[in-house]
């Protein structure tokens, strides 16, 4: 069955610092692999996705994530965290008809 | 610019009431799902629709109810059934069931309170 797990419920990082969230997933062939950003009291958006070819993808507002199969991840990168990157990210595996997210990781920020 | 409208923003149902959430989308997606989330817990599937006159049932469909006659729109009606619907409730589509490489995309989400 499919699973997702986000091991970090919430981050804080310093404004500038490089920042990772971890993403783990179970899933019996390969995934397609996403993570979303949500602000407070807004929908998702999509980060960025993953589902061939180079395992290391970037998307929008400077992120990146890898793929790595040995070790189940698709862990979130940046290398330097702004203020406005303050919110929840989630990860999400899908297959067939399903989509499933993790619990989520809020970030938060400091100046 | 295409993308997915939900209304209203804010839902307040008393106890024993039907209240229906919309969700309308001009991105001529086949696929629309409908989720709820509440803290800590992620998003969970209540609803989706492949097409138009057809949609299944998700992980937590008991007390909710929807129909998709248009391909724009996919309403959700939360019935007096559904014991603790507060929590807020977010429409999403996609090209097709079929294809999910290519993501979601959400509305901007109704938060449901009981009073």
């Known amino acids: 069955a499919q699973s997702v797990t986000q091991p970090d419920i919430h981050i804080t990082v310093s404004e500038g610092a490089s920042l990772e969230l971890r993403c783990n997933y179970s899933y019996g062939a390969t995934p397609y692999l996403f993570w979303y950003v949500q602000s407070p009291g807004q929908g998702l958006q999509l980060l960025l996705k993953y589902f061939s070819g180079d395992t290391l993808v970037q998307g929008i507002k400077g992120f990146e994530a890898e793929f790595k199969r040995s070790q189940s991840s698709f862990n979130l990168r940046k290398p330097s965290v702004h203020w406005s990157d303050a919110a929840e990210y989630f990860c999400a595996v899908a297959g067939g008809f399903k989509t499933i997210f993790g619990a989520g990781t809020r970030l938060f920020v400091k100046a | 610019d295409g993308g997915i409208t939900q209304s209203p923003k804010y839902l307040f149902r008393k106890e024993g009431q039907n209240v229906t959430l919309s969700c309308e989308q001009n991105?001529?997606?086949?696929?629309m799902y409908w989720y709820r989330q509440d803290p800590g817990q992620g998003l969970r599937l209540i609803y989706y629709s492949q097409i138009v006159n057809d949609f299944q049932k998700g992980d937590i469909a008991e007390g909710y109810s929807v129909s998709r006659e248009k391909k724009e729109s996919f309403p959700l009606t939360v019935t007096s059934a559904q014991k603790n619907p507060t929590a807020f409730y977010l429409c999403?589509?996609?090209?097709?069931?079929?294809?999910?490489?290519?993501?979601?995309?959400f509305g901007s989400g109704t938060r449901l309170t009981v009073v």
């Open positions: 999403a589509s996609s090209t097709g069931t079929a294809e999910p490489r290519y993501g979601y995309t």
């Open positions: 991105l001529n997606h086949d696929a």
